[in-house]
């Protein structure tokens, strides 16, 4: 029923007339609705089967194996739908302890803590940790939760130019007169398939004394030999202080983050990180789905490797079809177009091919520089990728993105 009175009209007005606006920029983002599983090959409601997927972050394909899926189901039986409390209160089960452990000793750290979402850890963990007497230097193309993290705390705020060295230097010096510094980044930045340079940020954090924070949530899983992350990719794993990530990608793609690191920080932000403390604990399907992902991850790194090999064979085709691809070795593929209308025609008509990709454009990257984002999954056969290849193919030479 639509509420009546005058403030309410110049709200419904109001509204209309900002949702006007976002259509007439032409970024107004619609929502396919999805008829199946999430998986390589998906069904979308009112049209037919078949359509090769390559636009989720299930980097593993474990958002619908089946043993992700009897985890879950054996937790909702055992353990219940939810808990009806926050952590502290009544919401601590044995499996949140049992998954936090496991969560400290995949990554290698002493100790971790979950969250309902990595949102909300990157939204908890700098007002925690940082005072009016700290500082924090924030990669300019971070995530927006961690901007808005940052937002949120009282520290000294400092943005350098993203991964560029010299400009991260610059603002450590500045920064020095501050009692602590927190170097903040991605470990792989998600509209560029780039990953951030680890060894020479860490190396910078000991020669001006900081602590380093990365954000994994395109990284754990997958990246480095054993899918640890970045700083296993790049050989910090010991010099990297703390880890935000998420359970809602690679992880089995349920819901869910994490922060992972010295054991009197994890106990602090237990005591002090709101969106741990205010909200509701994670309901326990969720949590045997993440669990049973760690297991399958710890047992063998065949998986991870298996999408290293599909990442490579899309990143050279593509190449070799005359596409430019961004980024390196990531399983995300940003195929630059240049123009917001190309990328949106194009990725369009890639739909009409079977092929799910999403084109973005400014504001969501810089103008100038749309492109059609493909991802890349451990499950999507040489076959698919090789579907995908002759679809951009096709599309690149209809609409002049190919000679
Ligand atoms: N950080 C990065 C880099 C992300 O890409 C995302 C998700 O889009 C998040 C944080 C938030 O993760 P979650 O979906 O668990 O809230």
């Not at 480095?224 to 794993?237: C, K, Y």
Request: glycine residues 10%; proline residues 4%; aromatic residues 6%.
């Amino acid at each position: 029923r639509a509420a009546s009175g005058a403030a309410a009209a110049q709200l419904r007005q109001r509204l209309e007339s900002e949702l006007e606006d976002i259509r007439g920029a032409g970024t107004w983002k619609s929502e396919r609705v999805i008829a199946s599983r999430q998986g390589p090959h998906l069904r979308l409601a009112g049209g037919g089967g078949g359509i090769i997927n390559f636009c989720a972050n299930n980097y593993l394909g474990l958002s619908s194996h089946p043993e992700v899926i009897r985890a879950a189901v054996e937790a909702l039986e055992e353990f219940g739908a939810g808990l009806s409390s926050v952590r502290f209160i009544c919401g601590t089960q044995s499996i949140h302890k049992d998954l936090e452990d496991k969560i400290a000793r995949f990554h290698q750290r002493e100790d971790a803590i979950l969250y309902a979402s990595c949102f909300d850890a990157n939204a908890g963990i700098f007002e925690a940790l940082l005072t009016p007497e700290d500082a924090v230097l924030s990669d300019e193309l971070n995530h927006a939760s961690i901007i808005d993290g940052i937002r949120l705390c009282k520290a000294n705020k400092y943005r350098y130019k993203h991964m560029d060295m010299q400009d991260l230097e610059t603002k450590l010096q500045e920064a020095q007169k501050h009692r602590l510094r927190l170097v903040a980044t991605d470990g792989a930045f998600s509209m560029d398939g780039d990953i951030a340079p680890l060894r020479e940020i860490c190396q910078l954090a000991q020669k001006y004394d900081a602590l380093v924070f990365i954000d994994e949530c395109h990284a754990t899983g997958f990246l480095g030999p054993n899918g640890r992350g970045t700083d296993e990719l790049l050989g910090v794993m010991d010099k990297v202080t703390i880890i935000n990530s998420t359970l809602g990608k690679a992880l089995g793609g349920a819901a869910g983050g994490y922060t992972t690191g010295p054991k009197p920080l994890i106990d602090l932000l237990r005591q002090r990180s709101r969106p741990y403390l205010f909200s509701n604990s994670l309901p326990p399907a969720v949590v045997g789905c993440a669990s049973k992902a760690l297991d399958l991850l710890m047992e063998s790194n065949a998986i991870a490797q298996s999408m290293a090999a599909k990442t490579q064979r899309f990143r050279s085709k593509m190449t070799a079809a005359g596409f430019t691809i961004s980024g390196k070795d990531h399983p995300i593929c940003p195929v630059m177009l240049g123009d917001a209308r190309l990328a949106s025609v194009m990725a369009e008509d890639m739909l009409n091919r079977g092929i799910y990709v999403i084109g973005f454009s400014y504001p969501v990257v810089p103008k100038g520089k749309a492109r059609i984002r493909v991802q890349i999954s451990a499950v999507h056969s040489d076959e698919d990728i090789d579907r995908c290849v002759e679809a951009f193919t096709e599309v690149g030479r209809k609409h002049g993105a190919l000679p």
